[in-house]
């Protein structure tokens, strides 16, 4: 057993699991998403003491392994370890259950996106912070998908879903799956969730279905009538037109609050689209609001790591930048 003091909060563990499952065993709630070494929302900063690669750090860029930073969901304490974090949560996340689902629904919504609607016998509820994920388990194999709804009265999960060339579970969503067909999910994981910070200035990044934990996010906050909207910006890129989808409410733009800019990134402007990439549109028009943001980015990583490069570049606090990058399920095997 090894102590572990991150920020000055301490714990033990030990050499067999990872500074991340030993905080989440002790309720220290280090910022997570993936858990294999892929997104950099766990990252940390060593202080000083030893620790063990268990799988490759795959998140981390050259610049960020000489400062220092390694991966806490893929490394063990070898010694006692001081830490440092920009993103440890100030409250316990809901507990992960397995539980099986059925197909209730399957709607295209673009040639290569799907919405699944999952419900779970009437016994089963899964509690969950809007934005946070799921495990779905099949055929031997796991994937993630974030839940695109607030929680319903009739506990169903909703799913959006890539199309991924030749990938396994896409095959089955895509070319197989039928409503009724049997499932297993487990979750919630992740800390991509709305947090208490100090400013009601809100900006969502989002590419592809990455707008899926965003559409969660929001749906949910403008069905709590005690959390005022703020002052609220999406903007959410695509490479076409053709591969934005209806987000479900009536007109997003409409909602009091909710400015949504779609962005194409391989089509000309238009009145109602802008072209380039996000970040840079965002940056583009509003630079001057940028120290008292809270930024929340979900998508592909190269989209995440080239906004959080520009944001901090600009004096965006690392401690208001949160994200939730949709990297290839790890492994992917069935846990
Ligand atoms: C926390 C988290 C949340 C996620 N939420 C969603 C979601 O809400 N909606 C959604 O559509 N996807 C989401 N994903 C991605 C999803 O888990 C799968 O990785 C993806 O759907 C591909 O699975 P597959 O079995 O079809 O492809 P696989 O058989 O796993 O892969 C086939 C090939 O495609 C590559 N590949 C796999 N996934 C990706 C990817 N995401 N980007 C680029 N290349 C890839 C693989 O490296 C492989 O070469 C999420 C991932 C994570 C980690
Ligand atoms: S890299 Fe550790 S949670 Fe993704």
């Given amino acids: 057993m090894h102590e572990i003091a991150i920020n000055n909060i301490k714990y033990e563990g030990l050499e067999t699991e990872t500074i991340l499952e030993a905080g989440l065993s002790n309720d220290v709630y280090i910022a997570h998403s993936c858990k294999s070494g892929r997104c950099n929302s766990c990252r940390c900063k060593v202080l000083s003491g030893e620790t063990k690669l ?4 795959l998140g981390l860029n050259d610049e960020e392994r000489e400062e220092g930073w390694i991966l806490s969901c893929v490394r063990s304490p070898l010694s ?12 316990a996340v809901p507990e992960v259950k397995l539980c099986p689902a059925r197909i209730d629904s399957l709607q295209l919504l673009t040639k290569d996106v799907l919405q699944v609607t999952l419900r779970l016998p009437p016994s089963s509820k899964l509690d969950f912070y809007p934005g946070q994920y799921i495990d779905v388990l099949a055929f031997g194999l796991s994937r993630s998908y974030s839940i695109a709804n607030a929680p319903r009265v009739d506990s169903k999960i909703t ?15 895509f070319d197989q799956a039928k409503e009724n067909d049997l499932l297993r999910i487990k979750g919630p994981y992740g800390t991509f969730f709305l947090r208490e910070t100090q400013t009601n200035k809100l900006v969502f990044f989002a590419t592809g279905t990455g707008i899926a934990p965003i559409k969660a996010m929001l749906e949910a906050r403008l069905l709590d009538n005690d959390s005022p909207m703020g002052d609220v910006k999406v903007l959410w890129g ?5 591969d934005f989808f209806e987000l479900g409410f009536s007109d997003m733009s409409d909602m009091s609050g909710i400015n949504l800019i779609k962005c194409v990134s391989r089509e000309d402007a238009d009145p109602a689209f802008k072209s380039g990439y996000i970040q840079d549109v965002f940056l583009a028009d509003d630079k001057q609001m940028l120290s008292d943001t809270a930024l929340y980015a979900c998508g592909s990583s190269e989209m995440i790591a080239a906004s959080e490069q520009k944001m901090r570049a600009m004096g965006h606090p690392a401690k208001q930048f949160f994200k939730d990058a949709f990297v290839a399920s790890g492994g992917g095997e069935e846990l």
């Avoid at 268990?54 to 750090?57: G, V």
């Avoid at 006692?80 to 409250?91: E, G």
């Avoid at 799913?159 to 969503?173: A, M, T």
């Avoid at 695509?238 to 053709?242: A, F, H, S, T």
């Fill in 80 to 91: 006692s370890l001081k830490i440092s974090c920009d993103d440890v949560l100030d409250r």
């Fill in 159 to 173: 799913l959006i879903i890539k199309r991924v060339p030749d990938g396994r579970f896409s095959e089955y969503w």
């Fill in 238 to 242: 695509n490479r076409y037109r053709d």
């Fill in 54 to 57: 268990i799988s490759p750090e």
